[in-house]
């Protein structure tokens, strides 16, 4: 066990449809990380928060939307899913805001992941 | 814009058969090298940090190392627990992210 929870840890759902998936970082970590992971793309950097508020976005579909909330846990949303969005969704959590440097305390951890299935 | 490029995609040894497994990294100024195991269904599992080039790291049955160029996870004497997908990653400059490689996938048979 991480100390980082994700859930739900499966989904399946409709074209069209609007999901959440939600993220509990590790006790004391102030930073959450959202990738994607597909078999043809590879993990894919969505968007990460420090401490509530937006810190970075990588390749995030507009479709798609996260937040972090003020005990740090965040939520990814997922809205007018598609074929093409079912993939692995994983949240990773640092204790700052710096995912490089020469300190453990930027160390990315990840949880188990969120698999989604879009039929 | 940072490229991190893994090779082989795929390599399967022998338990007891010695391997590296290579990780290429174009970055305009390195703030580390980071390797992660991943099991099957699971969540990035961190192995090793590297900051500097001649750095070498040892866990096990696993030695990563560093280069300006290039980093390398050498694997000796394998065994079938040793089997996964191996991710290597950088930050990019403001730190705000891990890029990460294709990963290489490790089977080893018994």
């Known amino acids: 066990d991480s100390g980082v929870t994700q859930t739900p840890k499966h989904l399946i759902t409709a074209t069209g449809q609007r999901v959440t998936l939600r993220c509990s970082p590790r006790s004391g970590d102030l930073s959450v990380y959202w990738y994607q992971q597909s078999l043809d793309q590879g993990l894919q950097f969505l968007i990460q928060y420090y401490n509530g508020e937006e810190r970075a976005k990588g390749n995030i579909l507009e479709r798609f939307s996260a937040q972090q909330f003020p005990d740090l846990h965040s939520e990814l949303n997922l809205s007018s899913l598609e074929l093409g969005d079912s993939a692995l969704y994983f949240c990773?959590?640092?204790?700052?805001?710096?995912?490089?440097?020469?300190?453990?305390?930027?160390?990315?951890?990840f949880g188990a992941g969120s698999r989604l299935t879009v039929l | 814009e940072d490229q991190v490029t893994q090779s082989p995609e795929a390599l399967r040894l022998q338990e007891g058969e010695s391997s590296s497994l290579n990780c290429s990294y174009t970055?305009?100024?390195?703030?580390?090298l980071f390797w992660y195991r991943q099991d099957p269904g699971k969540g990035p599992e961190f192995l090793f940090t590297l900051y500097s080039a001649g750095e070498e790291k040892e866990k096990e049955r696993l030695k990563a190392t560093l280069t300006k160029k290039e980093s390398f996870l050498h694997i000796t004497a394998p065994k079938p627990e040793d089997s996964a997908t191996y991710l290597c990653a950088v930050p990019d400059n403001a730190g705000n992210m891990l890029t990460f490689g294709g990963g290489t996938r490790l089977m080893v048979k018994p």
């Open positions: 970055v305009s100024g390195l703030r580390g």
């Open positions: 990773a959590s640092s204790v700052d805001g710096r995912a490089g440097g020469n300190s453990g305390a930027n160390v990315l951890t």
